[in-house]
């Protein structure tokens, strides 16, 4: 997995494609992230444990409205502040969506003071060899695009180790996979 270097950070807080009061108060703020990507895997279980059950929505486009109500309650919430709060890592499809007209990242950032982080991995594949990787992302290139004009600091990738790694190494080495 490739990083960005401190120079291409650097650059990019020069051609304002960054926020530098966000950086600012990633480096400096204290609080907790806040998880609120569910995406299209996640979500029949985050809404059934807020009291909503599969029969409650048909199809995709209900499931993901219920969510994003379910989300607007949860950042409109006084206990959701910049004192407890530091950042709020948020699902693709929330992009497109708002909270009291303005994107749910501005709203988050402007009202809140919360620093809005975009989940960019597809899930996880299959796990191999005790590792899970994520998914190819060829939609990424956009997904970029769109995060930095809607003014997102970071971006989330999951990947899981599911057995020690000297474990799942000894493994590939023996199966002649590496």
């Known amino acids: ?39 299209g895997g996640s979500t029949p279980k985050a809404l059934k444990l807020y009291g909503i059950e599969e029969s409650a929505y048909s199809g995709e486009d209900q499931m993901f409205d219920l969510v994003h109500q379910m989300r607007t309650r949860i950042i409109k ?11 709020a890592i948020l699902f693709d499809m929330t992009m497109e969506r708002t909270i009291d007209g303005k994107g749910t ?9 919360i620093v809005p982080f975009l989940k960019v ?43 020690q790694i000297e474990l799942a190494l000894k493994k590939s080495w023996n199966n002649n996979l590496i």
């Open 77 to 87: 919430s006084p206990s959701l502040n910049k004192e407890r709060i530091l950042g």
């Open 121 to 163: 991995d597809n899930g996880l594949a299959a796990e191999n060899n005790g590792v899970q990787l994520m998914k190819p992302i060829p939609e990424l290139d956009d997904r970029l695009d769109r995060a930095t004009l809607i003014k997102f600091l970071v971006l989330k990738c999951v990947q899981l180790l599911k057995m």
């Open 105 to 113: 990242a501005e709203f988050l950032w402007e009202n809140k003071g």
């Open 1 to 39: 997995m490739e990083y960005l270097k401190r120079s291409q950070i650097q650059t990019l807080v020069k051609e304002n494609k960054l926020n530098t009061e966000q950086l600012n108060r990633m480096k400096t703020g204290k609080g907790f992230i806040a998880a609120l990507d569910q995406s």
